[in-house]
């Protein structure tokens, strides 16, 4: 289920209820417009934000700390209000008769108080009566216009902070200079490789040209945005592409090559083929190599190159995933990848898994990305990257990618930085294996 709300609906939600995020229970087009559904998905859970969309396209609702329930009859809340948007704006409306906020009927949605009904009897329909229970100008709610297009029901969930970072991360300028220093002298361990390629794959809009933009800025020492990035429902990277970083405006390369991909899409012909995959890893595809999702590149075809030495090889494969959309990943999505790991697996590639945009998913990674360790959330939701795509929770580092910002910061790039060193300690367990290998044949000579 995708919600309806937007990032920055949720976020003025959550900024009136503290450190908390926002979970999707119920959502009327798919479950039902019933008062049966709404009580099926909804009952016993709490705090909850109800929201109503209408014809005219306004966005309105409720919050309550009481579960719902099916008894008929009233409840206390003094800290249930009624909200509408005007944009992206917040106007709230606090509840002026407390032992009447919510009213507890089973044949209709959330009911708060005589005042605002979504989903009333089994319709998508909106009741609204205000001055009594809540104060608001039905103009300024909804418009007047009393027919629901959807209805949801949100349950309000605390970010909870752990006492001491699950892990050590030292946040000083000092570190991030170090952490940029080894990148700039590292030496691929084979003598053949000059620098090492990291392939970037996830789906569309998770962040793989970002990312890049974001690594490229950090060493240009202002943001930067080389690799197309943005937001769409399509891939604006539309070719393979091969991005070196150089140490500076008129600097050197630098020993790493970030392979930026086609997002991947669910339906089949669309998105980034898992053929075309095989070609890349291999190191068959050339640099702008334009994609055609409804099928791979073939051998006889131009550009392809048929004897790929090591070093035009994928020495490690790295997932971008979207914190903020794990726990709403299809489940062709997840075979996707899933698919796409065991075809890696195959090969010998190490792999990592980045978690982008921690700050959009966490009021307190929001607040301060030095939390990013410090929250169970955040932990959760790297535990459930890692069963959805099958890593370890070990090869899962979350990141925040610059995306509005004007200028660096500290803290974001020393994440940034120690994602790129772990990407190159997992290269150099791809040589060792290589080695490891051709000991072994030459023993056995």
């Not at 087009?29 to 909850?48: E, L, M, R, V, Y």
């Amino acid at each position: 289920m995708n919600p309806n709300l937007t990032k920055n609906q949720q976020r003025a939600i959550c900024s009136q209820l503290g450190n908390v995020k926002l979970k999707l229970l119920y959502k009327a087009s798919i479950h039902g417009f019933t008062g049966a559904a709404f009580h099926q998905h909804c009952d016993n859970k709490s705090p909850t934000v109800s929201v109503g969309y209408n014809t005219s396209g306004r966005v309105f609702g409720g919050y309550t700390r009481q579960p719902f329930s099916q008894s008929g009859l009233y409840v206390n809340d003094d800290q249930a209000f009624l909200f509408s948007f005007s944009g992206e704006k917040l106007n709230k409306y606090p509840c002026i008769n407390a032992p009447y906020a919510v009213k507890m009927i089973s044949n209709s949605g959330p009911y708060f108080g005589e005042a605002l009904v979504l989903v009333i009897g089994s319709q998508p329909k909106v009741y609204s009566s205000p001055g009594n229970y809540y104060n608001f100008k039905a103009a300024e709610m909804h418009g007047n216009d009393l027919n629901l297009t959807e209805c949801e029901v949100y349950q309000v969930e605390e970010t909870v902070e752990l006492e001491k970072p699950w892990r050590p991360v030292i946040w000083e300028s000092k570190r991030k200079t170090e952490l940029m220093e080894s990148i700039k002298f590292y030496k691929p361990l084979n003598s053949s490789v000059t620098q090492a390629r990291v392939l970037l794959i996830g789906p569309v809009g998770a962040g793989k040209s970002s990312f890049f933009n974001s690594i490229n800025s950090i060493f240009r020492g202002h943001v930067t945005s080389q690799a197309i990035s943005g937001s769409s429902s399509t891939s604006l990277t539309t070719q393979f592409r091969t991005y070196s970083v150089k140490a500076g405006r008129e600097g050197k390369p630098l020993p790493l090559v970030l392979c930026d991909t086609m997002g991947l899409e669910e339906g089949v012909g669309a998105g980034l083929d898992i053929d075309d995959i095989s070609n890349i890893l291999k190191g068959h595809l050339p640099d702008r190599y334009q994609f055609n999702p409804s099928g791979p590149l073939q051998s006889e075809a131009h550009g392809f190159c048929k004897s790929p030495d090591l070093k035009d090889k994928i020495h490690c494969v790295t997932y971008v995933l979207d914190a903020s959309k794990i726990s709403i990943m299809t489940t062709k999505m997840e075979e996707k990848l899933k698919a796409i790991r065991r075809k890696v697996n195959l090969m010998g590639i190490p792999q990592l898994l980045l978690l982008t945009k921690g700050d959009e998913a966490c009021a307190l990674v929001r607040e301060d990305i030095r939390n990013v360790y410090k929250s169970g959330y955040i932990k959760d939701l790297m535990q459930e990257a890692a069963a959805r795509v099958g890593v370890p929770l070990s090869c899962i580092i979350p990141v925040k990618n610059y995306s509005e910002e004007l200028e660096l910061d500290t803290n974001t790039d020393i994440l940034l930085l120690s994602a790129v060193v772990q990407m190159l300690r997992f290269v150099d367990n791809f040589f060792d294996e290589i080695s490891d290998q051709l000991s072994s044949l030459t023993t056995e000579k």
